[in-house]
């Protein structure tokens, strides 16, 4: 169990044990909790294990690099990411950008000056958040992301786990598609095939709890041959 009095969670990716034993002790000096993976692809299950609250990711590692650690994670995460380089051109820094980091250090740089980052990208982070909406609700069916209930026609819903996290996965991306790869990762993770046929079973029985009208749903629409999205409910204006 996680201590109850740290700051953030900080998930350290970094292959030089020197440069990851000074971060370690010096952001655990400053509150924050520290986990360390030594490779991007320790780095990507971790994040999905250990749900961190920011991701140091070092560029140049082996099995896999940073740039395509940052791609896999964006695939089933939003937890924002500094990438840490060395003399990075403009274009590998735009290409960065362009995956989801959320902040670059080029080395050498300070400890400190990293935590003022960590701390800086948090809080921005903190306040996108309180900015999205937490419940849906239009009178029909209602989804409260912070306490994970769900109410069809007033009478709360109860689902299996995978359901479950299906139906959290798209609605934590309301109103936007998400593949039906990306789907499958998020809820059955990357150790498991799981197939088409399984993810749409599980759509069909998710209709079957909260749409109204399950052969005309209002709220899970298949996109065909691309993956489903999830139309959030909204009050009547």
Request: one cysteine or more; proline letters at 6%; charged letters at 30%.
């Amino acid at each position: 169990m996680r201590p109850t009095n740290v700051e953030a969670t900080i998930l350290l990716v970094d292959d030089d044990p020197r440069i990851a034993r000074l971060l370690r002790a010096t952001l655990q000096e400053d509150g924050f909790e520290v986990l360390v993976a030594r490779d991007g692809a320790a780095g990507v299950a971790m994040v999905e294990s250990e749900q961190p609250d920011l991701v140091v990711l070092d560029v140049a590692m082996p099995v896999m690099d940073g740039m395509r650690s940052c791609q896999r994670i964006r695939e089933f995460s939003t937890v924002p990411i500094i990438m840490l380089t060395g003399q990075a051109s403009e274009a590998d820094i735009l290409r960065g950008f362009s995956l989801g980091v959320d902040d670059y250090m080029t080395k050498p740089f300070s400890p400190g000056e990293l935590v003022a980052r960590i701390r800086a990208v948090l809080g921005r982070a903190r306040r996108a958040h309180r900015e999205v909406a937490l419940v849906f609700d239009d009178g029909v069916l209602r989804i409260d992301l912070a306490s994970r209930a769900i109410s069809a026609r007033g009478e709360p819903v109860t689902l299996p786990r995978t359901e479950f996290r299906l139906l959290m996965a798209l609605a934590e991306s309301a109103d936007r598609v998400l593949l039906h790869d990306e789907l499958k990762r998020r809820v059955w993770g990357d150790n498991y095939a799981a197939s088409d046929e399984q993810l749409r079973t599980s759509i069909k029985y998710l209709r079957r709890r909260i749409e109204p009208e399950p052969t005309r749903p209002r709220y899970l629409i298949t996109q065909r041959g691309i993956g489903y999205l999830f139309r959030a409910p909204r009050a009547p204006e």
